[in-house]
């Protein structure tokens, strides 16, 4: 995955945070359009009994070069119009040759994470388009054939590489949050807390694809930590307005004072999520068509923050149109942080240990721990000290 | 700490009167059923602790409960519970109690009654008591061959637990296997006929005729068609939605016989293509559901405001759909009825209540502010007290505006909660400036507005053992029973 830009977060262009509704460990926290447009619409595409095992990435729709594997419960049709007419959202009655769905073996594989099916719609596999970008980060391996990588790493890469996450509705509490949500008149999107972590952030183009979509939330993957929060933690404190009654003379003032601490909760909202909002973000575009850019983006990998991983659609304005985020776990964030490392040094070990301030057992031990023991020779892991260092 | 013997006693007495208020405040509103925010067994272990704790330490005034309004479920609970645990009462409590709970039997329809006396059975009880009460109950059945056809089951399981003996050719229709004889009572007869043709069958209660047609495979449509003389009024308002669905046309009700709540569940079955085309129709079925309830609990009121909560939480449980939401309806309608002047405020905001659905976030602060600045004399809040647009708003509203700007109280805010919340044992509050109270039916509005008083927190003891006194005078003689030996 190559990055063509960095941006300070994904802002808020167009949309207000409303007030956080709190069940259990979850909080989920309202967005909503200031302008609702008519030209852009979302509907989902259940798969049902013809799901596809898996993603052609790379190569032939017939003979698939690189392929994605996952549990993939729906894809999402958009479409638009260029001249800003409006648009019904529905999630196409696509044949399998249309949905570019085939049967190789056995194993049925859907050609392309995004794909235009007919003018007009565009067919992608929300989440699973932006963690492929992540999965395919430095995906080709050494590309100096330095003696200690393994005859495996350098013919074929990192292949195979994997992450875990949870579904949804493995996520304590989350079903529940989610039925129980009160969805706003002019809500296009959520964020999800758990725990008071920022576990996803999610936007849709109309406020009636986010009420056919918002169930669809116990259907998308969670990371790790997430998952881990929601077990740990019973609940979260309301965030329930105070008004000083000393300063208060009459109703207006009343009434100014409630505004008041709303407004507050509602920033406070925004710099909880600023892992997203705020921090910066690494993007690359992966379609674009008539006002709008379809792209991918992740945060900048640093071990010691939260990062987020996600994909966005965006108009030319800047206007956040669609956006779905996922929080990656410590392990995860480790993993991509060491091979963006060894990927600046041309995959010296020597260099990049002394980048990273330490002795270049101690990089393959840790290499070794995340996961990455397969790239190695044998006889270079075999003298390592057990454990972590 | 050390208190002298009359602080103790005040303190006791403070204690006695506050758990009594949660405890009827439950009563009001608990089903036992899931809500929106809790599921069933949190609500049935929520009300069962209750209800054990209540009768375990102040068990006359938990008998006497039985008179204050609290509704079916509950009255059929405390009766199971009196009935299941009268080992350690004196002769003339029980005998008061027996007063109660006979008069309480009678109040309750026929299948929450049986259900009830069956619980006992359940619990491993019998004793002289409960056979006197069972005896005294059905003797006060207006027509106990009914029953054996309706609630053949139930009628026979008491039987055989209390072994009373039945009059006419009952015994051997429960007992000795009902093919075995000809019947000379018309009804008896009738059940066994209906059993070997379908005319017959067409005589019996609904209930009994439906399980016959079904294993006989004969179509709904033509079934309801048949049956409609005998349905009752709650069955043919069940059974609406079935007999659009089958293109019956015979089962058309008569809203103008059926209860406020009923009416405006009713009203959001419909969908609202047809909610808008018989629009004036259900807005004077509404109405006039509202002036007959006021006939019978009159209440007359001044300025009134009302917030009326339409949020999405409305929609209710599967147990009980948006229950919350005709509960609403029915306060909206019976507050229009009552009062000399009448603002009402939904939220979110809506055109035509009646062909509003539940939808959207619970924003109380705002038509809070609103309502209050008209000035009114008595504000309803009708809410299941979740707020989160935002949290805990309207709590602060109503707090500020007590404390700094209405002290001398001209404006009374009462907050009408229909749904129980199992974990706080009671209907959820906006805060402790707001008196709460449980709500099931609309048409008891009259009763919780007399107990606010009391939810408040502004009367004693004395005042609530005297309120309810009242109450079972009333309750026994509406029931036909002679009043408490003990004086209430």
Redesign the interface.
């Known amino acids: 995955m190559k990055f063509d830009e960095t941006s300070q977060g994904l802002g808020l262009r167009g949309l207000q945070i409303?007030?956080?509704?709190?069940f259990g460990a979850v909080r989920l926290v309202?967005l909503l359009k200031e302008h609702v447009r008519e030209d852009l619409r979302l509907g989902t595409l259940e798969f049902k009994g013809r799901r596809p095992h898996a993603v052609g990435v790379r190569g032939h729709a017939d003979a698939p070069t690189v392929a994605y594997c996952s549990y993939i419960p729906h894809a999402y049709v958009l479409r638009w119009s260029s001249d800003g007419t409006a648009v019904a959202a529905r999630g196409a009655a696509l044949t399998d040759k249309q949905l570019g769905l085939r049967d190789l073996g056995g194993v049925r594989v859907l050609h392309r994470m995004v794909r235009q099916e007919e003018p007009g719609a565009l067919r992608f596999l929300p989440l699973h388009l932006s963690l492929e970008g992540f999965l395919s980060l430095h995906f080709g391996g050494p590309d100096v054939a330095w003696s200690e990588y393994s005859r495996q790493a350098l013919s074929h890469g990192l292949s195979p590489r994997r992450e875990r996450a949870a579904l949804g509705s493995h996520v304590h509490g989350l079903e529940d949050a989610v039925r129980?949500f009160?969805?706003?008149?002019r809500q296009v999107g959520a964020l999800v807390f758990v725990a008071d972590a920022l576990a996803a952030m999610v936007v849709f183009p109309h406020p009636d694809d986010y009420r056919a979509l918002h169930r669809s939330l116990v259907r998308d993957f969670f990371g790790e930590l997430v998952y881990q929060y929601a077990i740990l933690y019973d609940d979260v404190p309301?965030?329930?307005?105070?008004?000083r009654?000393a300063e208060?003379?009459?109703?207006a003032g009343?009434?100014a004072?409630?505004a008041r601490?709303?407004a507050d909760?509602t920033a406070f909202t925004a710099g909880m999520a600023a892992g997203v909002l705020r921090e910066p973000l690494r993007w690359q575009t992966v379609h674009r068509t008539g006002p709008f850019r379809l792209r991918r983006f992740m945060s900048a990998l640093r071990p010691d923050e939260d990062n987020h991983l996600g994909e966005a659609i965006l108009r030319d304005g800047g206007e956040l149109e669609y956006c779905k985020t996922f929080r990656l776990s410590a392990a995860q964030v480790r993993r991509a942080f060491l091979l963006e490392k060894l990927a600046q040094h041309h995959w010296d070990l020597a260099r990049t240990a002394e980048a990273l301030g330490v002795e270049v057992p101690a990089l393959l031990v840790r290499l070794r721990n995340a996961g990455f023991g397969y790239l190695l020779k044998e006889h270079v892991l075999k003298n390592l000290p057990p454990g972590a260092v | 700490m050390i208190m002298s013997a009359e602080t103790r006693h005040a303190a006791a007495a403070r204690v006695t009167c506050e758990d009594l208020v949660v405890f009827l405040n439950a009563c009001f509103c608990c089903t036992g059923q899931r809500e929106?925010?809790s599921d069933g067994r949190a609500q049935t272990v929520s009300i069962e602790f209750l209800h054990d704790y209540i009768r375990g330490n102040y068990r006359r005034l938990y008998a006497r409960t039985l008179a204050a309004g609290v509704n079916h479920f509950n009255r059929a609970r405390i009766v199971t519970e009196l009935l299941a645990s009268s080992r350690d009462a004196g002769p003339v409590e029980r005998r008061d109690e027996g007063r109660l709970v006979v008069a309480a039997l009678r109040s309750l329809p026929a299948p929450r009654a049986y259900r009830a006396l069956l619980a006992v059975r359940a619990r491993g009880v019998n004793n002289r008591r409960l056979r006197a009460i069972v005896r005294d109950y059905l003797s006060s059945r207006p027509d106990l061959q009914f029953d054996a056809v309706k609630y053949r089951g139930k009628l026979r399981d008491l039987i055989l637990h209390t072994h009373l003996r039945l009059p006419g050719e009952l015994g051997g229709f429960l007992f000795k296997g009902w093919k075995q004889r000809r019947y000379q009572t018309p009804l008896l007869e009738t059940f066994r006929q209906a059993h070997f043709s379908d005319e017959a069958m067409y005589e019996l209660p609904f209930t009994v005729a439906e399980g016959m047609a079904a294993r006989r495979n004969i179509d709904r449509a033509v079934f309801l068609r048949k049956i409609a003389p005998r349905l009752t009024t709650l069955e043919r308002l069940r059974l609406q939605n079935t007999a659009a669905r089958e293109g019956v046309a015979e089962l058309a009700i008569d809203l103008a016989r059926a209860g406020l709540t009923r009416v405006a569940i009713y009203l959001l079955s419909l969908p609202p293509a047809e909610r808008r085309e018989r629009r004036a129709e259900l807005q004077a079925a509404l109405d006039d559901a509202a002036r007959r309830c006021l006939r019978e609990a009159p209440l007359a009121l001044g300025r009134v405001a009302a917030v009326l909560d339409r949020?999405?939480?409305t929609t209710g449980s599967p147990d009980k759909p948006r229950r919350s939401l005709a509960v609403a309806l029915g306060v909206d309608a019976l507050l229009r009825a009552a009062s000399a002047e009448y603002m009402p405020f939904w939220t979110?905001t809506a055109d035509d209540p009646l062909l509003a659905g539940p939808?959207?976030?619970?924003d109380l602060?705002g038509p809070l502010?609103d309502a209050?600045?008209t000035r009114p004399d008595l504000l309803v809040v009708v809410s299941d007290g979740f707020d989160?647009?935002?949290?805990?708003?309207a709590g602060?509203?109503c707090?500020?505006?007590k404390?700094?700007?209405d002290p001398a109280g001209r404006t009374t805010i009462v907050h009408v909660n229909p749904v129980f919340e199992a974990p706080e044992l009671g209907p959820r509050r906006l805060g402790a400036a707001v008196p709460t109270l449980g709500l099931r039916d609309a048409e008891d509005l009259p009763t919780a507005l007399a107990f606010a008083r009391f939810a408040a927190g502004d009367l004693s003891l004395a005042e609530l053992e005297d309120y309810l006194a009242r109450r079972v005078d009333v309750f026994l003689r509406r029931a036909a029973v002679a009043p408490l030996e003990e004086g209430a």
């Open positions: 409303a007030p956080a509704q709190a309202p129980m009160e969805i706003h008149e309301a965030h329930r307005v105070a008004v009654e208060i003379a009459d109703l009343l009434r004072a409630v601490a709303r909760w | 929106f925010y949020s999405y939480s979110p939808r959207g976030q619970t602060a502010l209050l600045e989160n647009d935002p949290t805990g708003g602060e509203v707090r500020v505006f404390a700094r700007l």
